[in-house]
C-alpha cells in the first residue's frame, strides 16, 4: 500500500517562529503536493512538485515556501509563522498521468499562538 | 477558471438506503478527471472513485458509483446500503490536462448515517 508520512499529528508554535512540516512518500511518486483545509473551504492547493528540485505555486502560495531535495520528501515551510496560518496540512503524492489519484497522509493540526 | 461546487454542507441517510452527493464542475477543458475522496473524523482522505471526461460509462468501484452527466456538468457520487461507517466528510475534486494532476476540491459534504 502506499504510505504517505506526515512528521507531526499535531504541532503548536508561537507566531514568526519559523515552521517545517515534513512528508515522506515510499511510492517512488513523481508528484507530491501541499494543502490547507479550512472548514467550508475544502482543501487548497499551496505548493506542488513534480520532480526533484522543481516546485509550482498553488491557489494560497503566500507566506509558505517548499523544498524537494530528494524524490520521497516533500517540505513546506512556513517562513515566520501567523495566527492566520492556523490550520489544518494535508500532504498527497501521486504518478504523473491522467487518472491517477492523489495518496493522502494523516494530516498536520497546527495551531499558531 | 475550474471550479467545484458542492451545494449540501450536510446530509443524513437512514442505515441500508441509497444517498446521492451532489457535485457539479465548472471547466472550459475537454480533458479532466473528476475524483471522489471520504474524509472520517480521524482525518485521512480516502480515495474513492474516479471518472475521466471521456469515459462513456459511469464509474463503479463497489458501493460507490458516480452518476457523470457531462452536458449537465454534474458527477454526483452514489452510496447503495449506506453503512454506518460511511459517515464522513466526502469531497468531490477534479484535475485537468496538462496540470500535473493538481486537484482542486469542493468545499465537501457531511454525510451522517443514522442506525
Known amino acids: 500500500d502506499v504510505k504517505v508520512t506526515q512528521s507531526s499529528r499535531y504541532l503548536v508554535k508561537r507566531t514568526g517562529e519559523k515552521v517545517f512540516l515534513e512528508c515522506v512518500q515510499d511510492?517512488?511518486?513523481?508528484?507530491m503536493f501541499w494543502y490547507r483545509q479550512d472548514p467550508g473551504l475544502g482543501l487548497r492547493l499551496i505548493y506542488f512538485?513534480?520532480?526533484?528540485?522543481?516546485?509550482e505555486k498553488g491557489d494560497i502560495p503566500e507566506g509558505y515556501s517548499v523544498s524537494r531535495e530528494k524524490k520521497e520528501r516533500f517540505s513546506l515551510i512556513l517562513e515566520s509563522a501567523s495566527t492566520n496560518q492556523t490550520s489544518m496540512y494535508l500532504c498527497?503524492?501521486?504518478?504523473?498521468?491522467?487518472?491517477?489519484?492523489?495518496?493522502f497522509g494523516d494530516g498536520t493540526r497546527l495551531s499558531i499562538l | 477558471a475550474q471550479k467545484i461546487t458542492q451545494t449540501q454542507p450536510g446530509m443524513f441517510v437512514q442505515e441500508k438506503e441509497a444517498v446521492t452527493l451532489d457535485c457539479t464542475y465548472d471547466?472550459?477543458?475537454?480533458?479532466?478527471?473528476l475524483f471522489w475522496y471520504k474524509q472520517p473524523s480521524s482525518g485521512e482522505m480516502i480515495f474513492l472513485i474516479y471518472?475521466?471526461?471521456?469515459?462513456?460509462q459511469n464509474a463503479t468501484e463497489g458501493r460507490y458509483s458516480l452518476n457523470f452527466q457531462k452536458a449537465r456538468k454534474s458527477a454526483n457520487l452514489v452510496i447503495s446500503a449506506s453503512q454506518l461507517g460511511d459517515s464522513a466528510m466526502y469531497f468531490c475534486?477534479?484535475?485537468?490536462?496538462?496540470?500535473?494532476?493538481?486537484?482542486?476540491f469542493g468545499a465537501g459534504t457531511r454525510l451522517a448515517v443514522h442506525p
Open positions: 511510492m517512488d511518486h513523481e508528484n
Open positions: 512538485s513534480y520532480d526533484v528540485k522543481m516546485k
Open positions: 471518472q475521466g471526461s471521456y469515459d462513456e
Open positions: 498527497a503524492s501521486s504518478h504523473q498521468g491522467g487518472g491517477q489519484p492523489q495518496h
Open positions: 471547466t472550459s477543458d475537454q480533458s479532466y478527471g
Open positions: 475534486a477534479m484535475s485537468f490536462a496538462g496540470g500535473y494532476n493538481k486537484l482542486i
